[in-house]
């Protein structure tokens, strides 16, 4: 069984996606771990997911550079329970655990339930929200209940709102009920903000307003208070990890969290004989930014004879906030001194240092002059794009040492020097005209060539939802369309006129809105709404919604006597048997009886008081016969006032579930 899965960032920019189905999961360096990673900053066995009685959890197995939680350092063997969301760091190695239960009204355990009671002297109702100060990190989800007492002498509807978060970060399981009088009933309000690190950590006021459907300029307001939690995430990469002696290198390091990182950059050399500068050795980054650190590490004295050697060091990131994770990345710097060991025993005297001296000369004299590195052709796939579609990058280039890809200036991508192009996702980059650059180092050297691209926002349905999630034939209902087209220049509506309201719509309504329309569905046939968008050029889209539409069944709470008008003297058509499922399509204008659909095609009514409906309607707002008639008997009926007919329940319709749309990349 499948309970979760790790999106992984590796530090050159790729991405991989794992599957967690095993309940003893080992992450390490060593080939026998579930998931290996070769990767030096890793230990052979570095951490463990298990999965036991529906529960997630995470330890850290002694490892050297330890497994952090959303930027906090686990203890070792010390079980942390995933919910999912979590950002986890182990070595460089940047990872997403995603549970496969996203059901986001899940228990949150609180030391102390603190509940806020708002109320009106001149309202009939009230509200009580309980714990009025919640934490959450982004990715993770919180809920907090709100219960609505009715106070007044008949049942009333009521609608909740929740404003002061992003649109996105927020779910109410009942947006719109009704409660019946002098009784209460709850509503779940879940809170999961997004891991994205432009989600600002901080206290946010949410603001919660419960209104009368009747009358709606009759409103409570209540708040409470939401602390969003910062992450922390973190990308590091060389451009370039084999270097020859005097050669500069580049450490690319990009905050990939929602709070302002503090870095130090430092050199650690593993063997003693290297000197490495970095500058800056400090910078600090806002959230979602990157910055370039130059460097260099030569040995620290120069060998005249000797074989050629290879010195490893590590390039360390270490932060300055709470979670002081380290992060370090292995490079390695080749020393080949010009005289080989053994021309040593051949120098002797006065003619052996002249020959050192005449061998030394030829050397520097016959070093290879550095080339310049040419970068021949440069170009794009197309000078304007739609954002989301992939963008390639070729070149043609000569004598390079390395090469890099930047984005107005910032470097996004190392590749290799002899590579001749890359593709770029689109997708993260805004509207508008972007720069990139390749940039070609050799020899020293170091030149540049550009494009120009402009990036589009395609014609996309971002959201196209409704409320709600099915319909009941013969019943009088609300229906609510929301929808979010960004560039539409005007949106149409079509399915709605005719078969389920007879109200005339607007041709056209904004690139975002929603729409509420009353109607009583006639047919048990599945209502499709279709929304077609259109942009000032002319370009369309467009998205279909299907919404079940289900019977109004009651039964019987005993036997039922029909009649052929609502009306106990007149001619008994039925009786119903006890406890027997029926469907009823109308009820009479005082509301006292009910009108059930008989085998044949034979009308029966019945009394209101003789049946308990199914919650999935509201008796009130089934269809009202304003004139009855007097039923006519099929000719192979006789009527009489002591037989009984049967009902067989009828099937219950099975809704089918709804596409949900996706939103526009």
């Known amino acids: 069984m499948t309970y979760g899965r790790l999106d992984v960032f590796f530090p050159d920019g790729l991405f991989k996606t794992y599957t967690l189905s095993d309940p003893n999961t080992t992450i390490g360096r060593s080939n026998t771990s579930t998931i290996p990673f070769d990767n030096e900053t890793l230990s052979r066995y570095h951490a463990n997911i298990t999965f036991k009685v529906n529960q997630v959890g995470i330890t850290d197995l002694e490892s050297e550079n330890g497994t952090f939680i959303d930027g906090t350092r686990l203890e070792p063997n010390t079980l942390h329970v995933l919910i999912g969301g979590e950002e986890i760091l182990i070595g460089d190695l940047r990872m997403i655990f995603h549970s496969t239960d996203e059901n986001p009204t899940r228990p949150i355990e609180v030391p102390e339930e603190t509940t806020q009671r708002v109320e009106l002297p001149d309202l009939d109702f009230f509200i009580d929200i309980a714990d009025s100060y919640q934490s959450v990190a982004p990715g993770a989800h919180i809920s907090t209940r709100i219960s609505i007492s009715n106070e007044s002498d ?61 009358k709606p300029d009759l409103i409570l307001h209540g708040s409470l208070n939401l602390l969003v939690l910062p992450y922390s995430g973190f990308g590091m990469a060389l451009d370039k990890p084999r270097l020859k002696t005097g050669e500069r290198f580049r450490l690319f390091v990009h905050n990939q969290g929602s709070d302002t990182l503090p870095l130090t950059i430092s050199g650690r050399d593993l063997g003693g004989a290297l000197r490495i500068t970095l500058t800056p050795s400090r910078v600090e980054l806002p959230p979602g930014q990157r910055a370039v650190i130059q460097g260099e590490a030569r040995p620290k004295s120069a060998r005249l004879f000797g074989d050629p050697r290879q010195h490893s060091f590590d390039i360390v990131a270490r932060s300055g906030d709470a979670s002081g994770f380290m992060v370090a990345a292995r490079a390695y710097v080749g020393e080949n001194p010009p005289l080989p060991r053994w021309s040593i025993f051949a120098i002797g005297g006065i003619g052996a240092v002249l020959l050192a001296v005449l061998l030394f000369g030829l050397v520097i004299l016959l070093r290879p002059v550095p080339v310049e590195p040419e970068i021949v052709q440069f170009a794009v796939s197309a000078n304007e794009i739609a954002q989301g579609d992939p963008l390639a990058l070729s070149w043609t280039v000569n004598n390079a040492e390395t090469l890099t890809v930047s984005l107005n200036g910032t470097p996004v991508q190392a590749v290799e020097p002899g590579s001749n192009g890359v593709q770029i996702d689109t997708a993260p980059i805004p509207e508008g005209v972007q720069t990139f650059s390749l940039i070609a180092s050799g020899g020293g050297m170091e030149i540049e060539a550009q494009q120009n691209v402009r990036i589009t926002v395609p014609l996309r349905v971002r959201s196209f939802t409704f409320t709600p999630n099915l319909l009941v034939r013969y019943v009088n209902q609300t229906l609510t369309l929301a929808w979010d087209v960004p560039n539409a220049a005007l949106v149409r509506l079509i399915g709605l006129e005719g078969f389920f309201t007879t109200t005339a719509l607007a041709d056209a309504y904004p690139a975002s809105g929603s729409l509420s329309v009353d109607g009583i569905p006639v047919t048990d046939d599945p209502l499709t709404v279709t929304l077609i968008a259109q942009s000032a050029a002319g370009e369309s889209v467009e998205q279909t919604l299907t919404l079940d539409v289900i019977d109004p069944q009651c039964a019987a709470n005993a036997d039922v006597t029909l009649y052929a008008n609502p009306n106990t003297g007149a001619q008994v058509v039925s009786t119903i048997r006890g406890a027997t499922t029926v469907i009823v399509n109308a009820q009479d204008p005082s509301g006292q009886w009910l009108r059930v659909e008989l085998p044949g095609g034979v009308p029966g009514w019945g009394q209101r008081s003789g049946f308990v409906c199914a919650d999935s309607f509201i008796v009130d707002d089934l269809f009202t016969e304003l004139i009855v008639p007097t039923a006519v008997l099929p000719a192979t009926v006789a009527p009489t006032n002591t037989g009984t007919i049967t009902v067989t329940p009828s099937p219950t319709r099975t809704p089918r579930p709804s596409p949900t749309p996706s939103p526009a990349g």
């Open 154 to 214: 008949k049942a009333e509807r009521f609608i909740v709102e929740i404003t002061g978060l992003p649109r996105e970060w927020v779910r109410i399981d009942k947006p719109e009920l009704e409660i019946a009088p002098k009784a209460s009933a709850d509503v779940l309000v879940s809170f999961k903000p997004l891991r994205r690190s432009d989600s600002r950590p901080g206290d946010y006021t949410v603001e919660i307003g419960v209104r009368l459907k009747s």
